[in-house]
């Protein structure tokens, strides 16, 4: 089994609607980032947690809010979709051992209408 | 002016030639440098990790890293169809605040072909 699984992979949603996309992992790390992926601009940071209390915006936080619900558990929500939000979203995760290495989760391709 | 710039392609080579990718960047204060290679819809996974300046090589890859000129290099020896991929650069600072948050390239779009 993978050890950073994202559901859905691939979401079609409305305009305004709200959706949750969740990450949970098996690797015991207690770090947990979300990322968007956009053609021609890498990645770039949503929102990162260094534990279950912890929760920090990133670079893109604005129209997202994040759930840690346990450590091995990160959710992403949409509160109110919009276009610009079609992206792939990706889940990661790090240990505080590892330095600054980060292991992704296969992404959700997401469409907004 | 982006804080790592990435030229994003797209490469194309043959079979068996060696490719270089590269990224600069600007934050004197990233220490750890990592090359991530994503397949077509799937996630990035860790190719190569260094920290600091200097070389690593894993079988067919070597990572350089050039600090005082803030330039990372990846190369590729003998290349396959089979590394046909986007490859992402990321770095991070050690220590502080930012520490084990990850600044990424926009990838360069890598097609070998045989």
């Known amino acids: 089994d993978a050890d950073v699984t994202q559901t859905p992979r691939n979401r079609i949603t409305k305009t305004g609607k709200r959706i949750m996309l969740e990450c949970s992992q098996t690797?015991?790390?207690?770090?947990m980032y979300w990322y968007r992926q956009d053609p021609g601009l890498g990645l770039r940071l949503i929102y990162y947690s260094f534990d279950v209390k912890d929760i920090n915006k990133g670079e893109i936080s604005d129209g997202y809010s994040v759930s840690r619900q346990a450590q091995a558990k990160f959710s992403l929500s949409l509160e109110s979709a919009i276009p610009n939000q079609t992206a792939l979203y990706f889940c990661?995760?790090?240990?505080?051992?590892?330095?600054?290495?980060?292991?992704f989760g296969p992404g959700t391709r997401l469409l907004v209408l | 002016q982006k804080e790592v710039e990435q030229d994003p392609g797209p490469l194309s080579v043959p079979e068996g030639a060696i490719v270089s990718l590269n990224c600069t960047y600007s934050?004197?204060?990233?220490?750890?440098f990592m090359w991530y290679r994503q397949y077509s819809r799937k996630g990035p996974e860790l190719l190569m990790y260094?920290?600091?300046?200097g070389n690593k090589e894993d079988g067919r890859f070597t990572a350089q890293v050039d600090k005082s000129s803030k330039y990372i290099s990846l190369f590729i020896r003998d290349s396959q169809p089979s590394d046909s991929a986007t490859y992402l650069c990321a770095m991070s600072e050690d220590g502080g605040t930012s520490y084990g948050k990850l600044t990424f390239g926009q990838g360069t779009i890598l097609t070998v072909h045989p």
């Open positions: 990661a995760t790090s240990d505080w051992t590892s330095g600054s290495r980060q292991y």
């Open positions: 934050n004197s204060a990233f220490q750890y």
């Open positions: 690797k015991g790390h207690d770090r």
């Open positions: 260094t920290y600091s300046s």
